[in-house]
Structures are given as structure tokens and as C-alpha cells.
């Protein structure tokens, strides 16, 4: 079993940063992919950036203003993010694609999110 724990959301003011972490922790052989995704009031949850060991991907919105990397020796991702608008309000949810030994296939995990404020 793996948890996921992000940090680092609040209340901030458009162009304002923030940066994200989200901390995973168990039985980790290797973190095969790993994204943030967010959520709004009313919407869907959508892909905000994705990282697997060879592509990193950001959706049209965030491209030039979030970026995402992680530090392996610590299983901790980040999201950092500038420029902050208010159509980024959200909850923000770190996924994980986890190989536990070397031979198992990769689980899918979730955190359990935390939300940013973005106010105008």
C-alpha cells in the first residue's frame, strides 16, 4: 500500500506562485508516472501535468506557467506554479503510477488533494 500526501495550497493572489508537494510513502519499488490533476467547483477533474520516465506533458492552460519534477531519493513530486489566475482555483490531486517490488506491475494511487485560491 502506498499514501500520497500533498501540501502547499492556500489563498494567493492572481500572479502569485505557489508550489505543491506531494509525498509518497510505503512500499515503493520505483515511481513509474506521476501527474497533478485538479478539480473545480462543478467541473470535472482534468489533467493539469503528467511526467512518466521519458515525456512530461502539461495541459494547454498551465504550458509556460506550472511546471512539475520530483525528487526521487525522497518519492516527493512538486508542482510549481506562477502566475497563478483565478480559473486556476481547484483542488489540486498528485497521481502515481507505483511498481512495488521489480517484478509487479505498476497501482494506481491518489492524494487526497488540497486546494488553491487564486482571488483576483
Known amino acids: 500500500q502506498v499514501q500520497l500526501v500533498e501540501s502547499g495550497g492556500g489563498l494567493v493572489q492572481a500572479g502569485d506562485s505557489l508550489r505543491l508537494s506531494c509525498i509518497a510513502s510505503?512500499?515503493?519499488?520505483?515511481?513509474?508516472?506521476m501527474g497533478w490533476y485538479r478539480q473545480a467547483p462543478g467541473k470535472q477533474r482534468e489533467l493539469v501535468a503528467s511526467?512518466?520516465?521519458?515525456?512530461?506533458n502539461y495541459a494547454d492552460s498551465v504550458k509556460g506557467r506550472f511546471a512539475i519534477s520530483s525528487d526521487n531519493a525522497k518519492n516527493t513530486m512538486y508542482l510549481q506554479m506562477n502566475s497563478l489566475r483565478p480559473e486556476d482555483t481547484a483542488v489540486y490531486y498528485c497521481?502515481?503510477?507505483?511498481?512495488?517490488?521489480?517484478?509487479?506491475?505498476?497501482?494506481?494511487?491518489w492524494g487526497q488533494g488540497t486546494q488553491v485560491t487564486v482571488s483576483s
Open positions: 510505503g512500499r515503493i519499488f520505483r515511481i513509474n508516472a
Open positions: 511526467s512518466t520516465l521519458s515525456s512530461i
Open positions: 497521481n502515481a503510477e507505483v511498481q512495488h517490488t521489480v517484478v509487479s506491475q505498476t497501482t494506481n494511487y
